[in-house]
């Protein structure tokens, strides 16, 4: 039971942080928003704050997606499937996402490097700190992958 109450925290952790960066991203957007009609001058940095809270709310928010088995995909062939074939279709599906997020998280590490040696814009910030949403996110994808490849081996053998 460790496991799931481990599981349980890294659920809140991500809907909280997918909560605080959409919520920020739409009060930047309506300052920017203000700032145009309302002010002689909008600040720069809003559009490029907007951006960067974008990304991590959708880095923040794949991994829950990926539990909640609500990535986008076609079920048809499956829901014709006899139960045990669609099974072990699906933990073959799960199996493959597996292998493409652990590429994706692999080659995040030269991605972050890079950002590593560069700054935003406007705002300053090391471009790691954004860039670093392409390392979490495909880890944590893949963490929950293997967590569903582990319950649907499991489910197999009932």
Do not use: N
Request: glycine share 4%.
């Amino acid at each position: 039971m460790p496991l799931k109450k481990f599981f349980k925290s890294i659920d809140h952790f991500f809907e909280g942080l997918t909560f605080l960066s959409v919520t920020a991203m739409i009060l930047v957007v309506l300052l920017q928003v203000f700032a145009r009609f309302a002010l002689p001058k909008a600040p720069s940095w809003t559009e490029e704050l907007s951006r960067i809270l974008f990304i991590c709310s959708v880095a923040f928010a794949a991994p829950i997606a990926m539990k909640k088995g609500e990535f986008v995909k076609v079920d048809t062939l499956i829901s014709i499937l006899p139960r045990k074939v669609a099974k072990i279709l699906e933990v073959v599906v799960d199996a493959v996402i597996c292998a493409f997020i652990c590429m994706v998280a692999y080659y995040a590490v030269d991605f972050v490097k890079l950002g590593s040696i560069q700054s935003s814009p406007s705002m300053g910030v090391p471009m790691a700190i954004p860039f670093s949403a392409m390392f979490i996110a495909p880890l944590f994808i893949g963490l929950y992958g293997l967590k569903k490849i582990i319950e649907g081996a499991v489910d197999l053998k009932k």
